[in-house]
């Protein structure tokens, strides 16, 4: 028997329709953008341009910091220096002013604020002693002499200067002289003040000579008694300093 050959289905050709959409061969179509995913996107940049803020700040801030540390580090280094230095300026002063001392032949006694200031100057290596009584008529008693200031029998020995500051004004104080005809008196001038020089034989037997120099309201009176240091008692007188 006759065999009839088979036919073989021709594929067919007709285009197919592809769905709509924008992707490209084997890739799925692209969802379309959403309003949610840009927020998304605004509040991540926003967090990250804060968060490099806050990491400025805070490199500003240590900076800053240290700045300022460096600053008050070398602020009390440049004091603690000219301390030192003012130290070392004044340690200096003090030993140039007692070599100078120790060179002068004198040194001096001067009297606290309330006292006037004044300023006495004896010889280097003689001896003293001051006493200070606010309240009393004589508010100061310096003593001064060669070697000791001695007492004997309870009874002073001859001074070769006695300086006082009493509470009289000087005519009060030469009122005791009056009517006196063994004493003389004669103007004087202490550093640069007007005062009254008085000598001759006094009633108290010990004195040899007073001046007296006016001080305010008060009297600076200076007392030689031991005769045998007149010039040094002159020298006292020429190197003493008042405030009248």
């Known amino acids: 028997m006759d065999q009839q050959p088979t036919s073989t289905p021709t594929p067919s050709t007709a285009p197919t329709t592809a769905p709509s959409g924008n992707y490209g061969p084997g890739l799925p179509p692209m969802m379309p953008s959403t309003g949610k995913g840009n927020k998304n ?4 940049a926003l967090i990250g341009i804060l968060g490099l803020g806050a990491v400025g700040f805070g490199l500003m801030s240590v900076i800053a910091f240290n700045q300022a540390h460096v600053a008050t580090t070398t602020l009390n280094q440049q004091k603690a220096a000219a301390v030192a230095a003012a130290r070392e300026d004044q340690k200096k002063q003090d030993q140039q002013a007692a070599e100078i001392a120790a060179e002068s032949p004198y040194r001096s006694y001067i009297a606290p604020i309330e006292y006037g200031s004044f300023q006495i100057k004896f010889p280097q290596n003689w001896s003293a002693t001051v006493d200070h009584e606010r309240s009393a008529n004589t508010q100061v008693t310096l003593v001064v002499h060669p070697d000791f200031v001695q007492r004997e029998n309870s009874v002073d020995q001859l001074a070769a200067a006695k300086i006082l500051l009493v509470q009289r004004t000087l005519n009060e104080y030469l009122k005791q ?18 005062g009254v020089q008085v000598s001759g034989k006094f009633s108290d037997k010990r004195t040899s000579r007073v001046v007296v120099v006016p001080i305010r309201d008060k009297s600076l009176v200076f007392i030689n008694e031991d005769t045998t240091y007149n010039s040094e008692f002159d020298q006292i007188l020429a190197q003493s300093k008042a405030l009248p």
């Open 41 to 44: 996107l605004l509040l991540w």
């Open 177 to 194: 002289f009056d009517g006196q005809k063994t004493l003389v008196r004669k103007d004087v001038t202490v550093s640069g003040v007007k």
